[in-house]
């Protein structure tokens, strides 16, 4: 394999290309100054994950694409990569400020930062374009460039109908419909706001860029990679109020939020009459670490939460694992999926 590590030299090379193709200008002033305005956002919100959605992009097409013609596309499939950070970074701005959040990455949110404000929305626009100007000027040649570019489409538009169900779900202002808190509405939200463009993108655009263009290929690796996302965003739910802030990078706001997350759809289903009265009284109010997002904490101890927790990702990984046993179009699509599960598995931030 020619790239192993998120901050392998080619990895390097294609960020800094790409933020050369989109920042190098002819312009003199004032456009010039959009350009370094670009270069600023692009280098502050992009380039500081832990570059997982990258790396799955890099990494299946590694395993999938003819070893000879292995080193041809390895920048190519590094630039569709970011083009995939490029759109986290888009989606954690505008998520950042819908949310209030102070902290993303262990640095101030993008918003945050002195001469920024509310232009930080326009950034995030301006990172949503950068993606398909990447992938015109880089993979326009390509046989599966439509392909790409209609992932790509589907993939924005159904993380974005994902994030307006979250949001849907805890209203500001208002005390959430606990009613409407159900296993089948978290398994919406997860599977559009976190599963399709953290799991199905990556996999699905590294397939492309490996020549693989079968929809039914396509649509088996989908349903592995929405199961793996599902339990992605558990994680997500679980670190929030249980993970160290140091090791996550941010403070966690679900329980404050009223957010439909994992842990309060499980304990609605598991509390005592007594409990709910308690769960009623704290959720959905207070300040991150203040005594009613603590007594919520407590309540979810009783509960067992953790033990159930530790059992559902044990039991989901079993099942994908059992799923990637059959036979697969593509012999090392399998191998695919572990190298994702293992990334993901014990992950503490």
Same mark, same amino acid.
């Given at each position: ?37 670009? $270069?600023?956002?692009?280098? #502050? ?6 570059? !997982? ?10 395993? =999938?694409?003819?070893? /000879? ?21 888009? &989606?954690?701005? %505008? ?9 993303? $990455? ?7 930062? /002195? ?8 950034? %995030?626009? &301006? ?5 398909? $100007?990447?992938? $015109? ?12 570019? /209609? =992932?790509?489409? !589907?993939? !924005? ?22 009613? @409407? ?8 939200? %997860?599977?559009? *706001? ?27 690796? @989908? ?15 679980? =670190?929030?109020? #249980? ?22 759809? *499980? ?15 704290? &959720? ?8 009613? /997002?603590?007594?919520? +904490? ?27 046993? +059959? ?11 572990? @190298?994702?599960?293992? %990334?993901?598995?014990?992950?503490? *931030?």
């Amino acid at each position: 394999l020619l790239v192993l590590h998120p901050t392998d030299e080619p990895v390097e090379k294609a960020y800094k290309k790409l933020v050369a193709d989109l920042t190098t200008t002819t312009h003199s002033s004032p456009m010039a100054d959009v350009a370094k305005t670009l $270069r600023q956002v692009l280098d #502050y919100n992009v380039p500081h994950g832990k570059r !997982n959605r990258l790396m799955a992009v890099v990494h299946t097409y590694q395993l =999938l694409s003819d070893k /000879e013609a292995l080193p041809d596309k390895i920048e190519l499939a590094c630039l569709v990569g970011w083009c995939i950070e490029l759109l986290q970074a888009y &989606f954690l701005i %505008a998520d950042d400020i819908m949310d209030k959040s102070t902290m993303r $990455r262990g640095r101030p949110c993008w918003y945050t930062v /002195e001469g920024v404000g509310l232009r930080a929305i326009n950034d %995030a626009f &301006f990172l949503q374009g950068a993606v398909f $100007r990447v992938l $015109r000027e880089n993979l326009g040649h390509l046989a599966v460039y439509h392909d790409l570019v /209609e =992932l790509f489409l !589907n993939i !924005n538009y159904s993380t974005v109908e994902g994030q307006c169900l979250d949001m849907l779900s805890s209203p500001e202002g208002t005390t959430p419909d606990l009613k @409407e808190f159900t296993d089948q509405r978290y398994a919406a939200i %997860a599977e559009h *706001k976190t599963a399709y463009y953290s799991f199905v993108l990556p996999i699905r655009a590294g397939m492309y860029v490996a020549g693989i263009s079968d929809p039914q290929q396509h649509a088996d690796a @989908e349903k592995v990679a929405v199961k793996i996302g599902h339990a992605f965003q558990v994680q997500d739910d679980f =670190l929030d109020i #249980y993970g160290n802030p140091e090791h996550v990078g941010k403070i966690g706001t679900d329980i404050v939020d009223g957010k439909c997350s994992w842990l309060v759809v *499980k304990a609605l289903q598991l509390m005592n009459a007594r409990q709910r009265e308690t769960f009623t009284a704290h &959720f959905a109010c207070g300040k991150p670490g203040g005594p009613d /997002e603590l007594a919520i +904490k407590a309540l979810y101890d009783e509960l067992g939460l953790v033990e159930l927790y530790n059992t559902y990702i044990a039991q989901t990984f079993q099942a994908i694992d059992e799923m990637l046993e +059959k036979p697969w179009g593509h012999p090392s699509l399998p191998t695919v999926f572990r @190298e994702v599960m293992k %990334a993901i598995l014990k992950r503490t *931030k």
